[in-house]
């Protein structure tokens, strides 16, 4: 019954903004570490950004600065805003829910930065 559903991906122009929505349903949410990770073409899967079950964001060296992770425990949801987007940024984002050794995903977005 828990499902991670995406949403928010599309094509932009570099240099502009994004902001993808990750809603959960099926679990307790506040128990979980959030986070993004994304996949680009021929490449392994790649942590984006983390968000504690307080709060607490950490980032990728490649998006920090550009990027905010955020949460409403409310509401269910984690939230991703991106941007100076950059054509490197292209790939499927995927969200992620921690609880120890329990991982839940959920099905990607595809986020394509191109002119």
């Known amino acids: 019954q828990v499902q991670l559903v995406e949403s928010g991906g599309g094509l932009v122009q570099p240099g502009g903004s994004l902001r993808l929505s990750c809603a959960a349903s099926?679990?307790?949410?506040?128990?979980?570490?959030m986070g993004w990770y994304r996949q680009a073409p021929g490449k392994q899967r790649e942590l984006v950004a983390s968000?504690?079950?307080?709060?607490?964001?950490n980032y990728a060296d490649s998006v920090k600065g550009r990027f905010t992770i955020s949460r409403d425990n409310a509401k269910n949801t984690v939230d991703l805003q991106m941007n100076s987007l950059k054509p490197e940024d292209t790939a499927v984002y995927y969200c992620?829910?921690?609880?120890?050794?329990?991982?839940?995903w959920g099905k990607g977005t595809l986020v394509t930065v191109s002119s």
């Open positions: 968000i504690s079950r307080g709060g607490s964001p």
């Open positions: 992620k829910a921690n609880w120890n050794a329990i991982n839940y």
């Open positions: 099926g679990m307790t949410f506040s128990l979980y570490v």
